[in-house]
């Protein structure tokens, strides 16, 4: 994002922030959390409850593979869920729910607790056991939350499959995880349509052989089609005489899986990245707790799908290891009108929401007329993520949404760290459109590729200098090529690469400029190249494809595809279209091409890599560099 002109704009916090004493100096905090890391960590880890405490906070003794709170015997259900049963909280509301047709579900922690004790105890009865990976594919439902806090509490691992994805995404990512129990709903609405999931997952299934249960939640009603010994309605598991539905919460190791989430990487097919109940958890109360500044008095909405890290970390597990209460919300945001969002901030009294640009851009383009039909006047904090946030839209955000009171924390992160990593504070002078400074513990470098530091104003790869709990810790099955993405570069300094370029300017404010491989953040989704490419290759006339992403008003980037057909194939507007189509049907609406061009050749290198670069550069009318490494 281009940085404003002189003077240096400062926006400085309102004065209704509650922020504990103790964070109002930034400086200070930071400065203490970097000399005593493991310190630091461990007080914000005595937030939460442990079974058993741990032996040490943080074992480096095999680089790049840490652990974290090693020996300690967690839970981090029983920092969701459990525990607040116990207090006064077992009244307080953990979900308000609204589906997009306009019907809406609360639960208090009491109801929370009981749904996730029966939930779980249907998955035991049909056989999860502790350390298996269940994949769930649902829509925005409670029964989303519900299934991934059942598995977390038997101590199965969870592989959410975002439901915006179609069945070769979902069936590859399922036989990735070797799942044997996959958990889905027959539908959801989306843009008043029905959206067939239970169909989608039929299919998935077929690439798919190591599923034996497939458990469905009845959430359209519209027919399905159900396999006999493989397919059940939860209703149908609910209400068998099970003896009882207590369900003991399971003690688990720090270090054990909490999850697998596969994201797209820089080359290749998505990878599982795992993470933990004990640092994950650490880190997402914490960074949650004090960016946005938790009170018993919020109502706070991440509007993410579950399916994606922000919802997993700030729509689930941080809110309610803080145990707040959080919204959840089905549909679209303009559906059926562009004040759905506005009126639903109005109805529920909320105080912080946290969105992304892309959503921001697209309820922007309507109007202010929107949300001033609406008493957004609750509102006492804003957040954005995802995809750098133009001043433009964040100027708009601040102004028309926040009524000019409400800080934004522009929070930048990753699948791979779990929470957040460079974010303001309520209490940080904002600039629009940076990311401010590193949450404490960090120590974030913009470095160039030898790994020298670069001064202030010049652009460089961002690197994380120091580790912390809420790292992902392996990918699944494959730990040379953790060790390879993110850490060979910098081997000798032991940094993580974040695969993101930025820069830090003169007061040590950080802009992120965005990723340097061949990820592709398309309305703040994350989705690789060589997914997309592989859903084009797998049409009968195409050879050949490569995708780049293109700068977006709204999107943030577009795709735009280039094809080469196999022969005697010719390139036409329908053939175009029917990629587009394939795409949308095999990988998902979310990875559609915005456009699809048939080249004679690619360009490749002399060893067969395409230059994706050399593609962009020629679409946005740029300078290809150097292409001295181009095949003729
Ligand atoms: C980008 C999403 C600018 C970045 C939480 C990162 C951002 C990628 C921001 C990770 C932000 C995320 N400003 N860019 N505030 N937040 N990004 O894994 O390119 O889906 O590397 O995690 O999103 O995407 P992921």
Redesign the pocket.
Known sequence: MTEPKKPAEFFNPSQEILIDANLKDYAATYDRSIKDREGFWAEEAAHLDWFKPWDKVLDDSQKPFYKWFTGGKINIVHNAVDRHVKTWKRNKLALIWEGEPGDSKTYSYHALNREVCKFAAVLKSMGVKKGEIVTIYMPQIPELAIAMLACAKIGAAHSVVYGGFSFEALGSRIADAKSRVVLTADGGYRRGKVIDLKGIVNEALKQAPTVEVCITVKRTGHAVVMESDRDYWLHDLMSLPLTNFACETEVMDAEDPLFILY?SGTTGSPKGLVHTHGGYGVYTASTLRNVFDLKERDRYWCTADPG???GHSYLVYGPLINGATVMMYEGAPNHPYPNRWWQMIEKYGITILYTSPTAIRGLMRFGEQWPARHNLSELRLLG??????NPEAWRWYHRVIGGGRCPIM???????TGGFV?TPLPTTPLKPGS?TKPYFGHEVGIVDDQGKDLPAGQEGNLVLKAPWPGMARTILGDPDRYKQVYWSQYEKQGWYK???SARCDADGYYW?I??TDD?I?VA???LGTAEIESALVSHPDVAEAAVVGIPHEVKGNAIYAFVILKAKKVGSPELAAALIEHVSKHLGAIAKPEKVEFPEILPKTRSGKIMRRVLKAKLMGQDVGDVSTLEE
């Open positions: 994201t994606w890290i922000t954005s993520v995802g995809e750098p946030i522009d929070t930048w992160w990753q699948t791979e460079i990311a974040a695969g993101d992120i965005g990723r990820v953040k703040g989704h994350r």
